[in-house]
Structures are given as C-alpha cells and as structure tokens.
C-alpha cells in the first residue's frame, strides 16, 4: 500500500478502568489508529513524537499508522526467522496437521536460505531439523529444544536477515532458487518447488498485513520457477487389459493381497483417492445384488503426522478436497466393483467405525503397506518395456487410469470432472491428451448432423 500524508490527530482520551487508560488516536488516509499507554505523560509524549514526523514531511502508512522512519526501523529490527515463526503461530488453530507440516517445509527450507550472505551454518542438515522440527513447529514449544537444535537456532537467530534487506531482488531470488534444491544439492520436483513457492508467498502476503512491507515483494520479482508438467502421460496409463492383470496378482498375493483387491479397484473403476479409499464406509455404499451400485463420498483420511496433530494422532479426516466441510460426491460404479465390494464385506467384515478398508489391528490402512504389495504386484505382472514406461508405478496413477479410460469411453468430460471431484479445467489440465479423441468423436458426430440436415435441405 503508497505511503499517505494525509495524517490527522485527535485529542487524548482516558478511559477508566483498563490497565492502559489513555489512548492516542490518528487517522491515515482516513483510516483510524491508536496506541494505549499506562499514563496521560508517556501517551503526549508519544503524540508529540507523532506530530513531529507528520509536521516534517514524513509520510505514514495505512497499514500500520507508523511514519516512514519508524517503519524502516522496524523492518530493521525484525528478522526473517521471527515473521516465520510468528506466521506459523498465527496460523496453527486453523490449519490442519498436514498443513502445517507442508507449510513448515516450505518456510524450513527458504528460511536457512534468508541469512547473511556467504555463511553456511556447519551442520546444515541438524539446522535445518531444527528449524522444521522445533521451531516451526508450535507443539513443540511446550519444552526446550535439544541442545544441537538450540545451538542451530541460536546462530539461525543472529545471521537471519531484517525484513528490509528482503525487498532486495537478489536476496529474494537466493531464498527461492533455495526452494528448487533438496539439501542434498539435488533438483527438487517442480511440483515440490511450485508448492512451496505458494506458501512462501502467502508468508510475505502476512508479513504486509501486519505492516511489516508496504507491499509484497515477491510481486514485482523477475522469477521463474520450474515448469509443472500437469498433464498425465498415456504412456504411464494402464489399459483395461493391464490393470484386470494387476488386480489379479494383488488377489492372489499372500498376506494382505486379498484384502487389497477390492481396496485398488475403487482407484481405478471408482477413480478413488487414496484418502477417500481409506475413509470409505459401508453406509457410504449402495451395492445391489445386480447391476449398478453408488458410493457416496464425504471425505478422506489424510496421514499428518503425530507431531503436527493436536491430539498426537498419525492420522486425519479431511473433507473432501477443496470442497465444504459436509460436502458429499456420488459415484456410480460398475457392477464389478459392486461385486468386488459385497465379497470383501463378506469375507473380512467392516471396522467398528464402518470402515471397509482396515489392517490387522482394525485401524486404518497405512500407505507404506499398500505401496509395497503394489509394488510386488508390478514385479510380477509387468514387462520389461512396461517397467521402461514406469507404467502404473504408484496406486494413484489408477485414479488417472480410470478418468481417461472414462474419456476415451466417450463420457462427457463434465460428468468426468464430477465423479472425480475434479473442477472442469483441471481436468482439461491433466488429461489434454486424452481429451483429443473425446474432440475427435465429437467432431465426427457433429459433422454427421450437419451433413443430414444439409442433406434434407428443401431448395430454395
């Protein structure tokens, strides 16, 4: 927001019976602010200070209600660390666990990047634990850090750069650029570095709301961040054939094969989330005897972490994505799926809660142990070019299989976007691809009615 100097002063008002009685009062650019004081002295005292930067040509801004001078000087005096830290705080009743471990990520990793120039803490790996694990982490604060940790810190602490030295195009480029490396020095993902990007960014969007920047600088950076590949590849995407042969291996595996069958077919038939799958319960399900059953999705559980709940649990249940918190989906699934769902009941019971889905101890199926039987199922199953392709190589890329297998049926790419929880133009986003021979039969069916009704055309 510009700076104003359109500065006015009221009188001094007490008010009886608070600790901080008396109030200075001002408006910048029309926008009120005061500042309360423990006695009628020290409240003039601070006015007058007030008046004199206004009477001197100094500019205030908006935001904050302080004059330009004492604005440099509190971007001075603030540090990078400290708006990190305090973010983390301001936001941690209303985030979810699993957020607040990805936005700790994000800010651990440009954070150790935002120190003074040239120095490099000596184990940069117990710094960086430190300021994830400890700092950014408010369940934490409960106790003191382990003393590596707090050494870490305490040196993050006195080379963290001040606010005003981050309106620097440079600087701000190093912290980024810090965003597209793991620690080891490799090349993180571009969806990785995308993320975090994201979230710093809302830092910097916090940092301007408590006055500690007129405006975001990250705005007006010449930064380009690694591009995004969105779009699912057809080649990674198993056909009917592939994925009816995946299945019947993970059926026959021994161990938690059979009740992992019906667990990976609702990724594919009902293009199921991993999270939804877990969450799945018996009163979400309609499963007639024949034809055409329903699932009546409402949300899914997500893993956070013990350290980033509030209640120490590992897991979460999340609504369902970007959607309103008692938001439902309905899917129709084929009776394939109707059958796979009616034997597992059968055959395995639900959980006390419902849930379909559960590992020995009845607790929810934990992504570890469904990765590896994947695993051992592509092992068996796929070719030597079909690993090349890195076909299927994780759960997920079902979801993705049954979307475009979905496509290339010919279904409206809306109804699409729909069962899979999906808006309309991510789903044009990831499936472009697959999306042509949708085009394609549209095309044709289109130029066939218009070349009938030119057909049947009276002449004129």
Known sequence: MVLSFKVRFWEIRERSGRAKAFDVRWTVNGREKSESFLTKGLAESRRAKLITAAREGEPFDPKTGLPASELRELRQRTTWYTVAREYMDTRWERTPGNTRRTIAEALATITVAFVDKGVVYHDPRVLRRAVYSWALNKNAWVHEPREEWGAALAWLERKSLPLSELEDPDVLRRGLDALCRKLDGTFAAAKTTKRKKAAINEVF????????????????????????????????????????????????????????????????????????????????????????????????????????????????????????????????????????????????????????????????????????????????????????????????????????????????????????????????????????????????????????????????
């Open 205 to 460: 969007a916090a940092a301007v709301e408590k006055g500690y920047f007129t405006h975001n600088p990250l705005v007006s950076l010449r930064w380009t961040a690694p591009e995004v590949d969105d779009a699912v590849d057809p080649d990674c995407v198993p056909n009917p054939d592939q994925v009816a042969r995946l299945l019947e291996v993970i059926r026959q595996l021994p161990g938690r094969g059979a009740h992992l069958y019906a667990f990976f077919a609702c990724m594919y038939y009902a293009a199921m989330r991993p999270a939804e799958v877990i969450h799945l319960k018996k009163s979400q399900c309609r499963l007639p005897v024949t034809g055409w059953g329903l699932l009546n999705l409402n949300g899914g559980v997500v893993t956070a972490g013990r350290d980033w709940t509030d209640d120490g649990a590992v897991h979460e249940i999340h609504s369902l994505k970007r959607r309103a918190a008692r938001a439902t989906r309905p899917v129709p699934i084929p009776p394939i799926l109707v059958r796979m769902l009616r034997d597992h009941i059968a055959c395995f019971g639900v959980a006390p809660d419902g849930r379909i889905f559960q590992n020995a101890a009845g607790n929810y199926i934990d992504t570890s142990a469904y990765n590896i039987t994947w695993n051992r199922a592509r092992e068996a199953v796929l070719t030597v070019d079909e690993h090349a392709l890195n076909l299927v190589k994780r759960p997920y890329d079902l979801r993705h299989a049954g979307i475009s297998f979905w496509l290339a049926s010919g279904v409206d790419p809306a109804e699409c976007a729909r069962r899979a929880g999906q808006s309309i133009q991510v789903l044009f986003r990831y499936y472009a691809k697959f999306l042509a021979g949708t085009r394609d039969r549209a095309n044709q069916m289109i130029e066939l009615s218009m070349n009938h009704w030119e057909a049947t055309r009276m002449p004129s």
